[in-house]
């Protein structure tokens, strides 16, 4: 049973269709999802284990409010440990990456291996046959707390459950999007981090709506790389957590009620053409004609194939009204200089600053400023029908937003 009292304002009679914004501000929500969801029975993306190439090697990271350390450990093994000294809570390790034979705490000297065991505590005999640590205690009981820990094409995720399913039966379906992009052994090409003004849940959703970007997103829509009358496809796991899209450019279907919506959406402006269309070119790599799928696996993970950028974006809470989102560049090892320089300049397409996804952030902003005074209303998402099965694999459904809440609600006992 929780130790988070449920939060007494209840969720609309209409159910997943809905979104009260209570859930987007309220602090002992937010509290409850750390111990419902981020240290419940879910599986965590917290890097690739390309950055961790060799015993030594290490991440800094976090899983909800816990700093996570992603460590090789001495005979080669993917590990996840809590940043957190046993002693008395200080981190054990305050760098980003890098490599380091020992875990050490620079407050009391508590030293630990890369399998997170407690290898010595100074003066543990005390001085002079005074102080020291009672002659009971034992180095054994006392080291990092340690996450369960598997990998799923080189992605990388920990959980605090040792209950839950393999990672990859947890992933179910979608591994087969993730399996599309991630094909072959991959290099990270780099990194940019943003903080938004919003609950992670904001931006969570933002991925998941697959017809937004049509609507929203500029770039797309003016220059043709991605717009609602072209073949695209939704697919959601049995479980209803996650979800995949995809949209094949050069597939156009005009038709009178497209047209109709598309002279009154901003995004689509027929009058501007770019004076250099490098950035528009791809290489149809896979050969089906998809250049752009965009992955979300619950709660906090994106993968993303736009033309030949690739990335995955990790959503980390920072409070209820505050996250950071880590965005991981990469290639693949065997990348030509041809595409490697390809995929640095698609990078322009996304990112904090991105022509195509630079707004995203900007929209959660907004709608976290304009729900703050109206916490008992809701969202409404009716996109494609009401329910979890409504909607079809149709782009235009809110379909998997109505999953994403349903399983929330599922996870948070609401």
């Known amino acids: 049973m929780s130790s988070v009292a449920v939060p007494e304002r209840e969720w609309p009679a209409e159910g997943t269709s809905r979104a009260p914004y209570w859930v987007f501000h309220d602090a002992e929500n937010y509290a409850r999802e750390q111990e419902r969801i981020f240290r419940g029975p879910v599986w965590h993306f917290i890097g690739h284990d390309a950055e961790v190439p060799e015993p030594g090697s290490f991440k800094s990271t976090?899983?909800?409010?816990?700093?996570v350390l992603m460590v090789r450990d001495e005979e080669g093994q993917l590990?996840?440990?809590?940043?957190?000294?046993?002693h008395r809570g200080n981190l054990v390790c305050m760098k980003e990456m890098g490599k380091i034979d020992e875990l050490y705490c620079v407050y009391h000297a508590w030293i630990y291996d890369?399998?997170?065991?407690l290898k010595s505590a100074a003066f543990r005999r005390g001085l002079k046959g005074e102080g020291g640590l009672p002659a009971d205690f034992q180095l054994a009981d006392h080291g990092l707390k340690k996450l369960r820990c598997e990998s799923f094409c080189g992605l990388v995720f920990?959980?605090?459950?040792?209950?839950?399913?393999?990672?990859a039966e947890w992933l179910g379906e979608i591994g087969n999007g993730i399996r599309r992009v991630i094909r072959k052994p991959i290099k990270i090409l780099g990194y940019d981090t943003q903080r938004i003004g919003a609950n992670w849940k904001n931006y969570h959703e933002n991925p998941r709506d697959s017809y937004h970007a049509n609507i929203l997103h500029s770039f797309y829509g003016t220059f043709?790389?991605?717009?609602q009358s072209q073949e695209s496809k939704m697919f959601i796991d049995a479980s209803g957590r996650h979800q995949y899209f995809y949209t094949k450019p050069g597939t156009e279907k005009v038709t009178t009620d497209y047209q109709e919506t598309a002279s009154n959406l901003r995004s689509h402006n027929e009058k501007y053409r770019l004076e250099d269309t490098?950035?528009?070119?791809w290489e149809d790599e896979i050969g089906d004609g998809v250049s752009i799928q965009i992955l979300s696996a619950y709660p906090t993970f994106v993968l993303h194939q736009i033309g030949n950028s690739m990335a995955t974006r990790q959503l980390v809470p920072n409070g209820p009204l505050s996250c950071d989102l880590h965005w991981t560049y990469f290639g693949f090892t065997d990348d030509t200089p041809a595409m490697h320089d390809m995929r640095l300049m698609q990078t322009n397409l996304v990112g904090s600053a991105g022509l195509v996804s630079m707004e995203d952030a900007a929209v959660c902003n907004m709608i976290r400023r304009a729900t703050g005074g109206s916490l008992d209303d809701a969202s409404i998402m009716q996109m494609g029908g009401k329910d979890l099965e409504s909607g079809g694999s149709s782009k235009l459904s809110e379909r998997g937003l109505r999953n994403f809440w349903h399983t929330y609600r599922l996870d948070m006992g609401l």
């Open 79 to 86: 590990r996840a440990i809590l940043n957190r000294c046993a």
């Open 278 to 281: 490098t950035l528009l070119k």
């Open 224 to 227: 043709g790389m991605s717009r």
């Open 158 to 167: 920990a959980t605090y459950d040792n209950t839950i399913a393999p990672l």
């Open 62 to 67: 976090r899983i909800g409010d816990s700093p």
């Open 114 to 117: 890369l399998k997170g065991n």
